[in-house]
């Protein structure tokens, strides 16, 4: 067989072998480290993992690509479970108010945060969604990211702006080097025209809009902001229940601020994963862990919103549940791109281990999505997702925080991005 690109001499080669399935535990900890590693690419799928040299049934010839890992870490591309991706507008209007000591509800319920999103994603074109969209991409595949979830959720009963968004993320999907896969999140709050009927609003969601997403294939997963004065546990339940009997996967926005019970219902309706979760019960976490639901956790929403209230990471691993995590990259709470920066801080701030850090940002993310099986991992078979860090090993990326620590990324085979320090 002819490899068409090989990265060789690898100081640190972070595999991620093992089962493709959440890993819980001490299974965190084990992230099979090769030494003078080498990984052999056909096409979009990887062929040979090992130390050293090829092996004799592995050729090359003048076509084949080859990488220098002398000094170098290497993971698998790193993915993002949860993102608001596709979004017009910003909010650093919002900055003021939050140093003055308003808080993400006080602000929501004031009809700011995602209803201004909703107005300025409204006013946007789709032409305007997918340039802003496509920058973000760039960013976060410069900091390692090959697949990233993107939700709706900015258009809430204009059904025609919650399609746009689906619609531009599906053609960034086709056109950029990035994976993206889309959630239907039409239920991330109760639109100002339904305020006083609540109720029209969910049977709307449930009777149109869940229909016509699976009609036209707009959409992989269904989500819900289960939210004290946003969607209650009953019709966050009824939503996520309508999304899966049309074969939407659901994740859910859960415990995000007050402790609602949204980690026990995901555990309850078998929701794949649950996200947020800074404020999940105890019992919450053990039923998430019992019945096999990633967490999804979010620290760089916790540092943004100033809560000092971070997910409680520690006890859900030793509960056995899988711990993923993501930017939350959208314009009020995590206005991110930068998944790095959120290892960093769930290794400084929720006490993970650098192993568990990159099992959570790889691996289990991956699973957070239903996608472990394709990548996660760098194992024979698997998509040729990898990043090259210009770092001596896994904690150097992690402990020197705040910078972008990627020299290349590959994705699907082709080498896609290469760093520039050229000062002009
Ligand atoms: O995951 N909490 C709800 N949704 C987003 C924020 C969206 C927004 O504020 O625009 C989140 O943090
Ligand atoms: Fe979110």
Known sequence: MKADLIIKNIDNLITLKGPNRPRVKEEMKEINIINNGIVAIKEDKIIYVGEGELPNNIETDESTVFIDGRGKTVTPGLIDPHTHLVHGGSRENELAMKLNGYGYLDILAAGGGIHSTVKATKEASFEELYEKAKKSLDIMLGFGVT???AKSGYGLDDFETEIKQMEVAKKLNEDHPVDIVSTFMGAHAIPSTYKENPRGFIDLIIE????YVKEKNLAKY???FCEKGVFSVEESREILKAGQKYGLLAKVHADEIEPLGGAELAAEVGCISAEHLVAASDKGIKKMGEEGVVAVLLPATSFNLQTGKFAKARK????????ALSTDYNPGSSPTENMQLVMSFASLIMKLT???VITAATINAAAALKLEEEIGSIEIGKKADIVIFDAPNLNYIIYHFGINHTDKVVKNGKLVYKKSNKII
């Open 147 to 149: 697949t990233v979830e």
């Open 354 to 356: 650098p192993e568990e």
């Open 222 to 224: 269904i989500d819900v």
């Open 208 to 211: 149109k809009m869940i229909p």
């Open 316 to 323: 859900m691993i030793e509960e056995g549940v899988a711990v």
